[in-house]
């Protein structure tokens, strides 16, 4: 069925915004500012925003394994309702995606409850234990998106660099979560001021840093792209500036909550400001923005990390790492970065969509004809309190509990079929 969405804005180069309009017909894009087709439903978007639908390259959706946390219909939906069409999933789950047989029955699961697009990783060692390493080229066979083994550092680096050259072959990309486990000390936050006022253990910014810089080198001696996940410090910065600037195939992705909060902002011990890396110092924070500015960093990923109520109640320590985004992260960069002007609105649609679809040459996040149909009307004015109670997502946790935020994803089009409507 053909669908004409009218009245809506659409985002130029210059981040103007003009009058347009879309059609789309069997789950694509089919013209762009045409005429009203005879017999087409209307969809009227009041004069709103039209986006492409973002991209995510790394979220967590905890099934199978872990469904008391979320499940691939809950976090699919949560991703829905922030305007998320395709989502990155990452292998942290029982069974991790590690072998051709348990990356098929993720996608089965995949295909029966994901109302957006779910496309899995496939890990880079057996169980993420780090030791045995996968076969890669089975895994891409099988619809694995990337290879990593987010939750985790991968410590060896004769692994990581055997595992980069298979993919090279493939021409895939590694994404990592760098941590070296012998610099975490048990640490729950970073180590820097506000731990020592809390009493808490600390994890040092070097902990990242330093597999940042050993991987980057890794990379190029393999010829891998290579791709770093959640970045948190300056020396990370320096260490992915340094290395795009040797011509190594290196891209990085930021969170918003690093964008958004530093380490002082931490009222107290409450799990629901513990993520992994941890929120860094306000320096670390402004090189973040300044790397994203210039390039060093390519776009912004959720890393939607669901956890229980209960598991989030008693403190830092002992608490699991991780926060939900999905749900909150465009209103709040728009709010505090667009409004603020500190960012044009077509920076940050860009960042969430075409800027992380290129690194993985997906071919979404772009409104144009032929393309999949995957689109949000978002009203820029609406302006709402976050309630994590009223969450999609089974998470709770979340350290936004109570900001106010404008800018609000009010509809979800996923090839063609409306997956989100806000209620009125
Ligand atoms: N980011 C987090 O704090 N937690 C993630 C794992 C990860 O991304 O490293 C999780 O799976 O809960
Ligand atoms: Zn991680
Ligand atoms: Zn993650």
């Known amino acids: 069925m053909t669908k004409h969405i009218k009245n809506i804005k659409l985002l130029n180069e210059q981040s103007e915004l003009i009058n347009s309009s879309v059609t789309i017909d069997n789950g694509k894009i089919i013209a ?19 986006a492409p639908g973002f991209v995510d390259l790394h979220v967590h959706l905890r099934e ?37 047989e348990n990356l098929q029955l993720i996608n089965g699961l995949i295909k029966e409850s994901a109302v957006v697009r779910v496309l899995p990783y496939g890990s880079l060692t057996v169980a ?20 990593s083994d987010d939750g ?18 493939l021409d895939m990309v590694v994404v990592a979560h760098c941590e070296d486990n012998s610099l975490i000390y048990d ?70 909550h690093h964008l958004l909060l530093e380490e002082m902002d931490i009222p107290g011990d409450d799990a629901n400001w513990k993520m992994n890396p941890p929120l860094r110092a306000l320096e670390d924070k402004d090189s973040l923005h300044a790397a994203l500015l210039d390039g060093t960093i390519d776009c912004i990923s959720t890393d939607h990390a669901p956890h229980t109520v209960e598991e989030k109640c008693c403190g830092m320590v002992g608490a699991p790492f991780g926060i939900v985004g999905f749900e909150t992260a465009f209103p709040l960069l728009y709010t505090q970065f667009v409004e603020t002007g500190k960012w044009t609105l077509k920076q ?39 309630h994590a109670e009223e969450f999609v997502s089974k998470g709770r ?20 079929n409306i997956v989100y409507k806000e209620e009125k």
């Open 32 to 50: 762009i500012g045409g005429k009203q087709p005879e017999g087409a439903e209307i969809i009227d978007g009041n004069g709103n925003l039209l």
């Open 64 to 100: 199978p394994g872990f469904e008391h946390k979320e499940t691939i219909a809950t976090g699919s939906a949560s991703a829905a309702k922030g305007g998320f069409t395709t989502i990155c999933a990452m292998p942290n789950t029982k069974p991790v995606p590690d072998s051709v």
């Open 128 to 147: 993420q234990s780090g030791d045995e390493r996968t076969n890669l080229a089975n895994l891409k066979a099988h619809g694995a998106v990337a290879f």
């Open 152 to 169: 985790v550092g991968v410590q060896l680096a004769a692994t990581m660099f055997e595992q980069m050259k298979d993919a090279a072959k």
């Open 187 to 256: 640490g729950v936050m970073h180590e820097g001021k506000r731990n020592k006022e809390l009493g808490l253990p600390g994890i040092p910014s070097v902990c990242e840093s330093v597999q940042i810089a050993r991987d980057v080198l890794l990379a190029e001696a393999a010829g891998a792209r290579y791709h770093v996940c959640h970045v948190s410090t300056k020396e990370s910065v320096r260490a992915v500036r340094d290395a795009k600037a040797a011509g190594i195939r290196v891209t990085a992705e930021v969170c918003p």
């Open 348 to 386: 940050l649609i860009d960042w969430m969509t075409v800027k992380p679809a290129q690194i993985f040459n997906l071919p979404y996040g772009k409104i144009e004809v032929g393309a999949s149909a995957d689109l949000i009307i978002i009203d820029l004015n609406k302006e709402q309190t976050i």
């Open 397 to 416: 946790n979340t350290p936004f509990n109570g900001w106010a935020a404008k800018g609000w994803p009010i509809m979800t089009i996923f090839e063609g």
